[in-house]
């Protein structure tokens, strides 16, 4: 299977890095999470290969991580952080919203494909709480309304 | 972006080039940058552990050890290559400082791992950063890429005929690897589940080498210690305490942010004075001093310094610098509930006092919580927690048990205030307040 450019030079730079080839499996499951969308069968027995372990070694560690994931998610994954600081400053009313908003529960995905929802634990933003993340941006100190915002943001991305 | 914040209390040292652009290397470099490793590279290892040693820095991550003895432990020969690790796994419930460190400063890191390594006689580094935090794992790419442009990574580094390598390293979401051992073993490629000790990383880590890990805040405090000493270092702090570190404030406070103060800062004038105190004219209940991990102190217990001993005197932990406030209005159950289910999602299963502990009790809150308590889950709870303590190979299963044992010494009398079907006191439907947001 085919990865982009990037993926190919960071992989190739990434195993000049460490005395094992298995070091590179974290940052690089997630570098092709980011490409394909999801650790596809295809992608578990590509990366195997190339690291010369077995699909049943990448499973175990795909399951460990909670940031991977082998079932497709929406093109927006709207992380809302539900740990103590942001519970303090309103992570439950945030949740809610959102829920009402998107229609969708925790790990669902909108039928258009364009949003998934998770609840997460704390994702270092505790003083700029409540916080979010989507995909890999910050949104902090948020508001049901500027969570509004935040979701027609993205929504406006792919019009 | 994270908003900085500032108070006149404030010491900065770790964060004295925040806000002034010294991700750009040359900013760095008019800022001090690289000075602590060209002089570190004049002197002899034993020297800069003594340095380290004697100015009373400690772990920053939340153990509290001291940094120059834990260097000490390192063997001087070693027929497996020596590593230096920064633990940038920064996943605390409550800690978001490492955060600030790679985003306004991620030289000062590196200039740290180089000067560890001059100290223990390693030849390369890993930056670890979790993979949330993305942005800064580019900040990070960034500047070690413009470092090795330089010449300050790589062979002969500062032309000085030492080498020196850096390697960034990227997580996937798991509190647990922020522990040393799960650590090593998510940078080797597996799951992040804990090693058994001894033998310690010092002695075997990284693919069986010696290995220091240190926290990224800490590494980030040593080049400032080469550079203007043990002595000046230790007296800003309080003694065996040394230096300043950076709190991070939030929860139930008017100015939420991360704030630099010299180690033995008094509690109550940090929610007070720094902090701007309590919103929305409630009173205090209860703070988490140092990261979710750490016993909760009353609002009769915070008048005193900011330090490991005086913390662990008090029954708690200074731990990771996450101090985060609880008003009048909050339910205890339910932040006891809310650290449980932290912990229960982040158990690795490996130990099963840790899995089975956390799990039952889990459902043991939750069910309480919504009014189906009865009396004896209450002793339950402690009794549950404190057979968890000691009994796990990390320390995740004593960090889910020792905020649970505080909350149910502490706050009894909320725990039965929940009893025979009543519905939690502090559910106030339709009427949530919003807190006012600091920037």
Redesign the interface.
Same mark, same amino acid.
């Given at each position: 299977m085919r990865f982009s450019d990037q993926f190919e030079q960071r992989f190739t730079e990434m195993l000049t890095?460490?005395?094992?080839k298995?070091?590179?499996?974290?940052?690089t499951?997630?570098y092709a999470q980011d490409e394909v969308g999801f650790l596809s069968e295809e992608v578990i027995a590509e990366i195997a290969s190339r690291?010369d372990l077995t699909e049943l070694d990448v499973r175990?560690?795909i399951?460990?991580?909670?940031?991977?994931t082998t079932k497709p998610r929406g093109k927006f994954n709207v992380q809302v952080c /539900?740990? =103590?600081?942001c519970?303090? /400053?309103?992570a439950d009313?945030l949740i809610e919203h959102c829920e009402k908003k998107l229609g969708i529960g925790h790990k669902g995905t909108t039928p258009d494909g364009l949003f998934s929802f998770e609840h997460v634990? +704390? =994702?270092?933003? +505790?003083?700029?709480?409540p916080a979010v993340?989507v995909n890999?941006?910050?949104h902090?100190?948020l508001?049901t309304e500027t969570m509004d915002r935040v979701l027609d943001e993205y929504r406006k991305k792919v019009q | 972006?994270?908003?900085l914040v500032s108070h006149p209390d404030e010491v900065r040292i770790v964060s004295k080039r925040f806000g002034q652009g010294a991700t750009k290397i040359d900013r760095y470099l008019e800022l001090d940058g690289y000075k602590a490793v060209r002089k570190a590279l004049g002197m002899q290892p034993d020297a800069i552990i003594n340095e380290v040693k004697n100015s009373g820095l400690r772990g920053r991550g939340g153990a509290g050890f001291n940094t120059g003895l834990k260097w000490s432990f390192v063997p001087k020969q070693s027929v497996k290559?020596k590593y230096i690790l920064c633990n940038g796994d920064? #996943? $605390?419930? %409550?800690?978001?400082k490492?955060?600030l460190i790679f985003e306004e400063d991620p030289h000062s890191v590196i200039e740290g791992v180089i000067i560890a390594g001059l100290a223990v006689g390693a030849s390369s580094g &890993?930056i670890y950063i @979790?993979?949330?935090?993305?942005?800064l794992l580019e900040i990070m790419q960034k500047a070690i890429a413009d470092a090795y442009a330089k010449g300050f990574l790589g062979k002969n580094i500062f032309g000085s005929g030492r080498d020196f390598e850096v &390697?960034w390293?990227?997580?996937?979401?798991? &509190?647990e690897v922020g522990e040393e051992s799960a650590l090593m073993e #998510?940078?080797?490629?597996?799951?992040?589940?804990p090693r058994i000790r001894p033998p310690f990383p010092a002695v075997v880590g990284l693919?069986g080498g010696p290995t220091v890990i240190n926290n990224a805040e800490t590494l980030a405090s040593v080049p400032p210690i080469i550079l203007a000493g043990a002595e000046w270092f230790a007296n800003l702090g309080t003694p065996k305490n040394g230096g300043t570190r950076l709190f991070?404030? #939030?929860?139930?406070v008017n100015k939420?942010?991360?704030y630099e103060l010299p180690m033995g800062y008094n509690l109550k004038k940090m929610i007070y004075e720094v902090g701007g105190g309590i919103p929305n004219g409630r009173k205090l209940k209860a703070v988490?001093p140092g990261g979710?991990s750490c016993p909760l102190l009353t609002a009769e217990e915070i008048d005193l310094p900011m330090d490991f001993d005086t913390l662990m005197k008090a029954g708690s932990m200074l731990g990771s610098g %996450?101090v985060?406030?609880?008003?009048d209005s909050?339910c205890m159950v339910k !932040?006891a509930l @809310?650290?449980m289910k !932290?912990y229960q999602? $982040?158990s690795?299963g490996w130990c099963i006092p840790c899995r089975e502990g956390t799990d039952w009790l889990d459902k043991t809150l939750t069910r309480f919580h919504s009014g189906g308590g009865i009396r004896k889950d209450i002793d339950n709870i402690q009794y549950l927690s404190e057979n968890m303590l000691g009994r796990t190979f990390c320390p995740l299963g004593d960090a889910a048990a020792l905020p649970t044992i505080s909350i149910v010494k502490k706050f009894r009398k909320e725990f039965e205030d929940h009893l025979e079907g009543r519905p939690c006191p502090f559910e106030k439907k339709g009427t949530?307040e919003?807190?006012p947001? !600091?920037?």
């Open positions: 890095h460490y005395p094992t298995r070091s590179v499996l974290v940052p499951l997630l690291l175990n560690v399951s460990y991580y909670s940031m991977l /539900r740990n =103590i600081s519970l303090l /400053r309103g009313e634990e +704390c =994702i270092g933003a +505790c003083s700029w709480a993340q890999y941006d910050f902090e100190n508001t | 972006m994270a908003t290559p920064e #996943s $605390e419930p %409550g800690t978001c490492d955060r &890993y @979790r993979g949330e935090y993305r942005y &390697y390293h990227g997580g996937a979401g798991a &509190y #998510s940078l080797e490629g597996k799951r992040g589940v693919w991070c404030l #939030s929860g139930h939420p942010g991360v988490v979710s %996450g985060v406030m609880v008003d909050t !932040f @809310r650290i !932290f999602h $982040e690795c949530v919003q807190l947001v !600091f920037a």
